[in-house]
């Protein structure tokens, strides 16, 4: 190994991209998919890797690949990597420890130092915050997309993912051309921040991630009556909030029997209409985050819910409709490819366990067509999503030292 990527580097890296947010002045990082400061942040890192030797391009959908060639590049090449952008106000560690740790782990290596090229993808719109779809990039990259659920997905402004895409001077229309080959990597390894506190409370420097949990998400419009707050009496009202606020009750009453499972499930976006103190909520839009491992359980969580939407409608003089537009699949990740993460961890006399992901990630993705594992390091307090998200500097390294002597392995196999 050479060392011309040095820890100060990976930090000066670390704190620059950290400026990219959309209000300076908020707490927490804001770098919503193909806003303006997404875009830069992509082309700062771009730019950085170019300096130091990699080679750069960027797919129809603005996936970053930046790769370092092996001695036989008719090989399937070993890859790593993560995101860039972030939910609103979310932390500064999500995604981005684990681009600047592949960063730091293919330019430990000289080019052709090794038998296979090493790859590094940056994927774009992981998080699901702005159009209501997570791990955009890397389903555009195995398949694995729906474009007409993606046309209907829309955020805030009315746009959809595939003018986002056209906005940011890509190529929506050209997504099919993202799709890469069967033999394109023989190995994948994501490095992340574990976003729970299993690592913190068992004291261990690294999970290795066996499985990862899915989501499944349905979208419920409540059709009620706006009428006037205070002439309104309340044994006439259609007030479409009273109807979501009950279904939001069995949502967390649902998750909580399927929790021995360890299926979960949230409510985090709502909007009403009008949204006014003195006027009944005549519409109400709510959304459905319900995850696990085991299928079976998150389907009882979801079906028990969508049981409960007639009688509900009844009871409050409603109307309601539900969609179901995001089911994905529980994922196993590759046992030999986390053996090699295990024997590296053993050699380096590391403390690690075993251990599943709750949230979903890239890796989900690329495990399909990929032998794919995933790295975690410890958050404090398990913290994620919120600017007091936190992994120590010592912890992030020991993660991409750890990295770097797995794509060696896995680059000379």
């Known amino acids: 190994m050479h060392g011309a990527f040095t820890e100060i580097e990976l930090k000066q890296l670390f704190d620059t991209l950290t400026t990219f947010t959309a209000n300076p002045k908020d707490k927490g990082q804001t770098r919503l998919a ?16 170019q300096k130091r030797g990699l080679m750069v391009r960027q797919d129809a959908m603005g996936n970053v690949f930046a790769r370092l060639p092996g001695k036989d590049s008719s090989l399937p090449a070993v890859g790593t ?10 932390g500064a560690y999500d995604g981005i420890i684990g681009v600047l740790s592949g960063i730091y782990g293919l330019l430990q290596f000289k080019p052709y130092e090794l038998k296979r090229d090493l790859e590094l993808v940056i994927f774009r719109a992981e998080e699901s915050s702005r159009f209501g779809i997570s791990c955009m990039g890397s389903k555009a ?42 033999n394109y990597f023989s190995a994948f390894i994501e490095l992340h921040i574990e976003q729970g506190k299993c690592l913190e409370e068992q004291q261990k420097n ?9 989501p499944t998400r349905l979208c419920i419009d409540i059709f009620g009556h706006a009428d006037h707050s205070g002439a309104t009496p309340m044994n006439q009202r259609q007030d479409a909030l009273v109807a979501a606020a009950a279904l939001i009750t069995e949502v967390h009453h ?18 009403v209409t009008p949204n006014a103190i003195n006027v009944i909520p005549g519409q109400v839009r709510f959304y459905v985050d319900i995850r696990g491992i085991e299928l079976d359980s998150i389907n009882r969580v979801s079906d028990g819910l969508k049981s409960l939407l007639t009688e509900t409608a009844k009871q409050f003089d409603v109307r309601i409709e539900v969609k179901s537009f995001s089911q ?25 366990m075993t251990m599943l ?13 990929y032998p794919a594992a995933m790295i975690f390091i410890p958050s404090y307090k398990g913290i994620s999503h919120h600017h007091e998200e936190f992994s120590t500097f010592e912890d992030i390294m020991t993660g991409a030292k750890l990295l770097t002597a797995s794509l060696h392995e896995l680059a000379n196999a």
């Open 34 to 49: 193909y806003t303006d400061e997404d875009e830069r942040a992509h082309q700062y890192i771009m730019n950085e890797i």
């Open 81 to 90: 990597g993560s995101h860039l952008d972030t939910v609103p106000q979310g």
């Open 141 to 182: 990259l195995v398949g694995a997309f729906d474009k007409e659920k993606w046309a209907d997905s829309r955020d805030n402004q009315e746009l959809n993912i595939f003018e986002a895409i056209d906005h940011a001077y890509y190529r929506s229309h050209e997504i099919e051309s993202c799709l890469l080959p069967d």
């Open 206 to 214: 690294i999970g290795i991630v066996t499985g990862i949990a899915a």
């Open 254 to 271: 649902l998750a909580n029997i399927e929790s021995v499972h360890g299926t979960v499930g949230t409510v985090g976006k709502l909007t």
């Open 328 to 352: 994905e699949q529980p994922v196993k990740l590759n046992p030999d490819v986390c053996q090699v993460i295990q024997n590296q961890c053993e050699k380096q006399h590391i403390s690690y």
């Open 357 to 369: 992901s709750g949230a979903g990630h890239d890796t989900m993705y690329m495990a399909q067509k």
